[in-house]
C-alpha cells in the first residue's frame, strides 16, 4: 500500500492534492500546523469532510525563530513567508520519515502566485526542505520533474494534474468531479500578515532577549494594550469576557489590577513592573471605569503570590496615556 502525507492548509487545492491521490488508491493522510499566529480549524474542517485522518503539529517554536531571524526576510507585515513555508515542508518531510509514510504533497499550482510557486521557487523548496523527489504537487505533477514514487511506478503520473496559472476552472471542474460540498476559503488567517496587530509583536520582540515565551505572544490577541514610561506592559480588558480571563492569569503568575469602588476593566501585567508604572496602570483602569466625578479610585493589586493590597489614585487623562498604546 502506498501512503503519503499531505499539507492540508483547508483551502481547495489542498482538499484537491488529496482527492487525486486518493482517486488512485493511495492511502492519504493530512498534516497542518498550529502556532500563536494561525489555528487549524479550516484544516480540521477539511479533513472532516474528506475523511482523512489530521495530524496538528506544534510549529511554535519554529515561527517564532524565524520571525526573530528570518533569512529571507518579511513579506508585507512581520510574515516571513518564504522561510516558514520551507520549514513547514521540512517538518512535514520529518514526519514523512518517521511515519514511514512515501512522500510529502502539497495543493500548490505552478504559476498560481508568480513568485512563490514559479517553477525556479518550487524546485528550491523541494532542494532546500532536504525532500527533492519526494515533495510531490499533484495538481501540477505532469508539468513538473517525477518524482521517486512516480518513477518507480508507485504513483500513476498520468492520473496527476496538469494545472497551471490563476485560472480556477480546473480546480472548479474538480470539485465536481470529487463532489466537494463545501470548502472554506484559502488558508489566510496568519496574524503575521496584519500590521495591527504586528505592532504588538515587534514590541515584545524589541523588549524580550531571544524568543519570546508563546504563553506572552499569545496574549497579544487581546487588543487593549500599552508600554508604559517605565517600561512595563498591560492589557486592559474591553468587555467581560476579557475582564474574566485576564482574571483568570493571575493561576498562571500574572500580577492583576482591577477597581474597587467603581465598575471598570480588569488589567494584567505582562513581565516585570515598577512601582511607578504600576500606579500608572491603576490610573488608567480608573479612567476607563464608570467613574462620574468621582476623583479617588481604589483599585486593587493582586500579586501573583503573596497578599493583595489598594492603591487609591486620580484616573489618568486619555490624552496622557493614549500614545503608550500599542
Ligand atoms: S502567511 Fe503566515 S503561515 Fe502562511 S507562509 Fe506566511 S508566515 Fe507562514
Redesign the pocket.
Same mark, same amino acid.
Given at each position: 500500500m502506498v501512503r503519503g502525507i499531505s499539507l492540508l492548509s483547508g483551502g481547495l487545492d489542498s482538499m484537491l492534492a488529496i482527492c487525486l491521490l486518493r482517486e488512485q488508491g493511495i492511502e492519504m493522510e493530512g498534516v497542518v500546523f498550529k502556532s500563536p =499566529? =494561525?489555528g487549524t480549524a479550516s484544516a480540521e474542517k477539511a479533513a472532516q469532510q474528506l475523511g482523512v485522518k489530521l495530524h496538528i503539529l506544534d510549529f511554535s517554536q519554529d515561527?517564532l525563530s524565524l520571525v526573530r531571524n528570518p533569512p529571507h526576510g518579511f513579506?508585507g507585515a512581520m510574515?516571513? #513567508?518564504i522561510d #516558514?513555508?520551507a520549514a513547514m515542508i521540512r517538518r512535514a518531510g520529518e514526519f514523512m520519515r518517521e511515519g514511514g509514510y512515501d512522500f510529502v504533497s502539497t495543493g500548490e499550482v505552478l504559476n498560481q502566485r508568480p513568485m512563490s510557486q514559479n517553477r525556479k521557487s518550487l524546485d528550491t523548496v523541494a532542494k532546500s526542505s532536504g525532500l527533492e523527489g519526494f515533495l510531490l504537487r499533484p495538481l501540477s505533477a505532469q508539468l513538473l520533474d517525477p518524482t521517486v514514487p512516480e518513477e518507480d511506478g508507485r504513483i500513476d503520473r498520468s492520473r496527476l494534474g496538469a494545472i497551471s496559472g490563476r485560472n480556477r476552472q480546473p480546480q472548479m471542474e474538480l470539485v465536481r468531479r470529487y463532489g466537494l460540498k463545501e470548502y472554506p476559503s484559502p488558508?489566510g488567517g #496568519?496574524l503575521?500578515?496584519e500590521k495591527g496587530f504586528c505592532r504588538k509583536l515587534r514590541d515584545l520582540f524589541d523588549h524580550t532577549e531571544g524568543i519570546p515565551p508563546v504563553a506572552d505572544v499569545e496574549l497579544l490577541r487581546f487588543s487593549r494594550q500599552f508600554r508604559l514610561p517605565g517600561g512595563g506592559r498591560i492589557i486592559v480588558g474591553r468587555n467581560r469576557m476579557d475582564n474574566l480571563t485576564l482574571k483568570g492569569l493571575q493561576k498562571e503568575g500574572r500580577l492583576i489590577l482591577h477597581t474597587v469602588n467603581i465598575p471598570g476593566p480588569t488589567a494584567a501585567v505582562l513581565g516585570e513592573i515598577s512601582q511607578a508604572d504600576l500606579l500608572l496602570a491603576a490610573s488608567i483602569i480608573s479612567d476607563y471605569g464608570d467613574k462620574g466625578a468621582l476623583t479617588d479610585i481604589i483599585v486593587r493589586v493582586i500579586p501573583p503570590q503573596g497578599e493583595s493590597y489598594e492603591v487609591t489614585v486620580n484616573p489618568l487623562a486619555r490624552e496622557t496615556y493614549q500614545p503608550w498604546m500599542l
Open positions: =499566529f =494561525f515561527i513579506g510574515n516571513p #513567508c #516558514c513555508h488558508a #496568519c503575521l500578515t
